[in-house]
């Protein structure tokens, strides 16, 4: 099919990131394969690819990844598959590209890219109907800077978020589900009642290949599956803790994740620990969380002070899922 053009919403994130937007129209649904192509951005040197979409109930979407870098496309790189018997995360990096596939990202393997292409295929489904927006988030990671908070901002809590341990989860792997188990805390923030069990969430987000649970991509994908066209939800990167607040002030919480040591948390994170956050008390100077990582449910809502919760996130250059609510 012929390549598409167009650019339907562009966010400027910072100097670092910028996420683009392609929402698919009726056409575009109709077909089993369709091309985004984006063939001049600013430099960046990373790509992750969020979709919105319902998930086929036979058959699967495959999704690939082109980028553009001195005049050349790189070959289709396989980035994921997502459908009916589950979901897979490919790492492909051929010998002959200057771009490889990773975990929820596509990187140029030495210096920047400049333009990308998204194609998504319909494998033994009839057409893309389920499909509805395309998210390409692109940073420049080594633009990236922590900028403190240095302005006051408004008082908001979002009301009757969950409180939800993975701790105290009946699944043996609870301790690897930190990310599975924000985003049900963040989808039952949103719809205000408990429907989403976290122990049932992660099974529709672990990656078919390696057993990973904790895929930004997959997590998004399948909540967007679960809120439904009512809502998009996408991986960025975000400039600073302002922009987040922006999407707490709308009424929606953002997953962010911590590395190192937090003072007032439950223990030193080596790796990266997903906190759901749900407001800010500017008198205080402290970010309301849910943070799954304490051993009780009651114990998991907690704030911790702005400056110790940005050098942790800042760790992980502000990667976050925001969720939208479409008119």
């Excluded at 790189?74 to 490919?90: K, R």
């Excluded at 205000?192 to 991509?217: G, H, L």
């Amino acid at each position: 099919m012929p390549f598409f053009l167009l650019l339907i919403a562009s966010s400027l994130f910072g100097e670092f990131s910028r996420t683009h937007g392609y929402p698919l129209t009726d056409r575009d649904r109709l077909s089993r394969e369709f091309t985004w192509e984006f063939p001049e951005t600013a430099p960046f040197n990373e790509l992750i690819l969020t979709w919105n979409a319902k998930r086929p109930s036979e058959g699967r979407y495959s999704f690939f990844v082109s980028l553009h870098q001195q005049g050349q496309w790189s070959p289709w790189l396989y980035t994921n598959e997502w459908g009916d018997l589950g979901q897979i995360i490919f790492l492909d990096a051929p010998a002959d590209s200057f771009a490889a596939s990773v975990t929820d990202a596509v990187k140029p393997k030495q210096g920047m890219a400049d333009g990308f292409r998204i194609k998504v295929v319909a494998a033994e489904v009839d057409n893309l109907s389920g499909l509805q927006h395309l998210w390409a988030t692109i940073s420049n990671l080594s633009e990236f800077r922590a900028r403190p908070l240095d302005r006051e901002l408004d008082l908001i809590l979002l009301p009757n978020a969950p409180r939800q341990s993975q701790i105290t989860l009946r699944h043996p792997r609870s301790l690897d589900l930190s990310l599975p188990t924000a985003m049900s805390t963040a989808m039952n923030t949103i719809l205000q009642r408990k429907a989403v069990n976290p122990s049932e969430f992660c099974e529709q987000v672990i990656d078919s290949d390696t057993d990973f649970y904790e895929s930004w991509v997959l997590n998004a994908a399948e909540a967007s599956n679960q809120l439904g066209s009512d809502y998009a939800v996408r991986v960025e990167r975000l400039a600073d803790f302002e922009t987040l607040h922006t999407y707490l002030l709308n009424g929606s919480p953002v997953l962010i994740p911590i590395r190192g040591s937090l003072p007032g948390g439950p223990r030193l994170y080596y790796m990266p620990h997903i906190l759901c956050v749900i407001g800010y008390n500017p008198e205080e100077r402290k970010v309301y969380c849910i943070d799954s990582g304490f051993p009780s449910d009651k114990s998991t809502f907690v704030s911790y002070k702005i400056e110790d919760f940005l050098r942790c996130w800042n760790n992980q250059k502000n990667i976050a899922t925001v969720f939208q609510k479409l008119d």
